[in-house]
């Protein structure tokens, strides 16, 4: 994984040089403000697990305001420091590209959620809180965690009870707003789940308006909370009925049909069958002819690395919308833009879910008044997400077009300029 950090290091210096950045503002971005390494003991057939968890904090210009820093908790294997490190630096990213004010975190433990029973995630969840409480955190203005790869709205509930259980040690102020992604009736919103998928979409219908080009056909690899929510979300909204979904792949493979998958009937293998592998309604692909298949959009909904100098001359898809984080390689970014493959990148596409996480945040604060109706939220939801990755895209194109760049480079400077500014003007730096 150092490779993964050593890149993006590489991406913000790229950024830094073309906007004349500051050695201040450098430095900032390429260092933490602090990690938090914690262990974490599960007692288990009679023997002690260990595990390290760890919280990134990266840059928040914010901090010295009642404005937290803002980032999820992610529970895969594949979690080390490094990658925390880098996907709390897109996160600060993301955060000043929609004018989020708050600053990039991300958390996490290296394991998969379904190896271990309910009983025992929740332990080890209730450990890990317990142990970022002895740092004043989670807090509503310091450190507001939310779901991320392997975490549910069970996770967060458990984050926020447990929180709530120490409150006669540690009061919390806003206690409703030190997690968000909690499930709706505990404190969460309608559209959390979705968000990134709905935001990912919202984003590839504006981009089709602004460069008038039509986009039918869809490709989306990975079939988690994200892949999963894109393909829910055009079987079943009229907004984004227009699309077809090709193919779809999850970790054990994927499947592909000219004319368009039944999404109805693959929803119900997969409720089965737990992978969309062996589905009988297409022919079976792997993630790599996933990738690889000429359709009008692919969107990378998996994990980091999935299209690299090796691949990238082979994508034959027209758009590009990255919906995971760091999906494309540095790279791969450049073989695309030189090829003309236009790619909505991470910090824009994937923007959703930070997105209606702050509006979760906002509500549990009393920034917005308590709605019973569950409809009146949901449509102050969608119609919240749909202004702000509106008006993301439309910078980020537009920017794009004014630099004769990549959109992954723009977005990158729009994001690197937000935060040069808010930093200077919180500590009066001069340049």
């Given at each position: 994984m150092l490779d993964l950090l050593r890149e993006r290091l590489k991406e913000t210096a790229k950024t830094a040089a073309r906007i004349g950045a500051p050695d201040w503002l450098l430095g900032e971005l390429t260092t933490t403000k602090r990690i938090l390494n914690m262990k974490i003991r599960l007692r288990r057939n009679g023997k002690s697990v260990f595990f390290n968890a760890i919280r990134v904090h990266h840059v928040n210009p914010y901090s010295t305001g009642g404005y937290p820093y803002k980032g999820g908790i992610r529970f895969h294997p594949g979690v080390t420091q490094d990658l925390l490190t880098v996907l709390a630096m897109d996160m600060t990213d993301k955060c000043a590209l929609a004018g989020l004010p708050f600053g990039g975190a991300k958390g996490g433990i290296a394991l998969s959620p379904s190896d271990y029973?309910?009983?025992?995630?929740?332990?080890?969840?209730?450990?890990?809180?317990?142990?970022?409480?002895?740092?004043?955190?989670?807090h509503p203005d310091i450190d507001v965690p939310g779901p991320d790869m392997g975490v549910d709205s069970r996770v967060m509930f458990w984050m926020f009870h447990k929180v709530a259980e120490m409150a006669h040690f540690r009061p919390v102020p806003n206690a409703l707003a030190v997690v968000t992604g909690k499930p709706l009736g505990r404190g969460g919103i309608p559209g959390r789940e979705e968000a990134t998928a709905r935001g990912a979409l919202i984003q590839l219908r504006?981009?089709?308006?602004?460069?008038?080009?039509?986009y039918t056909t869809l490709a989306v690899q990975g079939f988690g909370n994200v892949g999963s929510n894109i393909a829910r979300l055009v079987d079943a909204e009229q907004d984004?009925?227009?699309?077809?979904?090709?193919?779809?792949?999850?970790?054990?493979?994927?499947v592909y049909r000219a004319q368009g998958l039944d999404l109805h009937s693959l929803f119900a293998?997969?409720?089965?069958?737990?992978?969309?592998?062996?589905?009988?309604?297409?022919?079976?692909?792997?993630?790599?002819?996933?990738?690889?298949?000429?359709?009008?959009?692919?969107?990378?909904?998996?994990?980091?690395?999935q299209i690299t100098k090796a691949n990238a001359p082979a994508i034959c898809a027209k758009l590009i919308v990255e919906a995971a984080n760091e999906a494309i390689t540095l790279e791969a970014s450049e073989i695309l833009f030189d090829r003309k493959v236009p790619v909505i990148p991470d910090i824009s596409a994937n923007a959703g879910g930070v997105v209606v996480s702050s509006l979760e945040w906002r509500k549990n604060r009393g920034d917005r008044p308590h709605q019973v109706d569950y409809e009146a939220d949901k449509l102050w939801v969608v119609n919240e997400l749909t202004a702000i990755m509106e008006r993301v895209i439309t910078k980020v194109y537009q920017k794009s077009n004014e630099l004769h760049c990549s959109m992954t480079d723009a977005a990158s400077i729009i994001a690197m300029e937000t935060i040069r500014d808010d930093l200077a003007f919180k500590h009066s730096y001069s340049t």
């Open positions: 029973s309910e009983l025992e995630l929740r332990g080890i969840v209730e450990q890990m809180t317990f142990e970022m409480l002895k740092d004043n955190i989670p504006k981009f089709a308006d602004l460069s008038r080009t039509p984004f009925a227009h699309y077809k979904i090709l193919a779809v792949s999850d970790e054990h493979g994927g293998w997969y409720a089965t069958h737990k992978k969309v592998s062996d589905y009988p309604g297409g022919d079976a692909i792997s993630n790599k002819e996933l990738l690889e298949l000429p359709v009008d959009v692919l969107l990378p909904a998996a994990i980091e690395r």
